[in-house]
């Protein structure tokens, strides 16, 4: 174990920041702590906060590891050695939304929520990544429950949440959903590709697997919706390091 080194991760989830500055417009007045205060994820929170920590989890219980890159670093060169990022994040800087619209035309594998950097650092509208993947819009909601959400659609009959879903413009569907509209798409760009989710694959995945007083579920459906956080994953030629 002395010469040992823990292997870098292929795949990354950018940190939110910029967004918490605004996330006030869309926290109803007398809730409780959200945001970065929040001990809890998966309630009191916003749907792009709680995607974040979702899709980790869904990554972790694959084998898959998953580093952090924060706003700061985008433009100085943090995403190498990186083969796929997930961004959640409604308001990225500009300058970080180029440095990743260059690494996917690299060769990168992005992965985009509804929502995600629709808005600069000043909540202002860019159209940099929303560009390459054609998402709509969508306005952030306060969650007081993950657990708590109403199924939005169906994906061979297994709920999701976060909707309406509304399918990209562009991008070949890859998952769909039961009533045939598009639930994930992927679209190439240069040497590399986007993949736009026109749910939130994290909190569907939470919303099943965590919602049972025996702990993690552990069935096809569960198992279904993990895979589908994974597909990324799987097209960018990430493997395991480990399987147990």
């Known amino acids: ?72 670093g985008l433009a100085g060169g943090a995403l190498k050695g990186y083969k796929v990022l997930y961004i959640t994040e409604p308001d990225i800087p500009v300058a970080g939304q180029r440095a990743i619209a260059q690494w996917v035309k690299q060769g990168g594998t992005l992965v985009m929520t509804p929502g995600a950097a ?9 159209k940099i990544l929303t560009a390459l993947s054609g998402s709509p819009g969508h306005s952030r909601s306060y969650l007081a429950n993950v657990l708590a959400l109403k199924p939005s659609a169906a994906i061979g009959k297994v709920p999701v949440v976060g909707g309406p879903p509304q399918p990209a413009s562009i991008g070949k569907p890859v998952a769909s959903f039961d009533d045939k509209v598009p639930a994930v798409q992927q679209d190439d760009v240069g040497k590399g590709r986007v993949f736009y989710y026109s749910y939130f694959p994290g909190l569907s995945f939470a919303h099943l697997a965590l919602n049972t007083r025996l702990g993690l579920r552990h069935d096809a459906a569960a198992d279904a919706l993990r895979k589908l956080v994974l597909k990324p994953v799987r097209a960018a030629g990430v493997a395991p390091p480990v399987q147990v």
């Open 1 to 72: 174990l002395g010469p040992g080194r823990e292997p870098h991760a292929q795949v990354a989830i950018l940190q939110p920041r910029s967004s918490e500055v605004w996330d006030g417009r869309h926290i109803p007045h007398g809730s409780r702590v959200v945001g970065a205060a929040s001990t809890n994820l998966n309630a009191e929170t916003l749907d792009y906060m709680a995607e974040v920590f979702d899709e980790y989890l869904a990554l972790e219980m694959s084998d898959t590891p998953a580093g952090f890159v924060s706003e700061d």
């Open 118 to 126: 629709q808005g600069d650092r000043y909540d202002e509208p860019v």
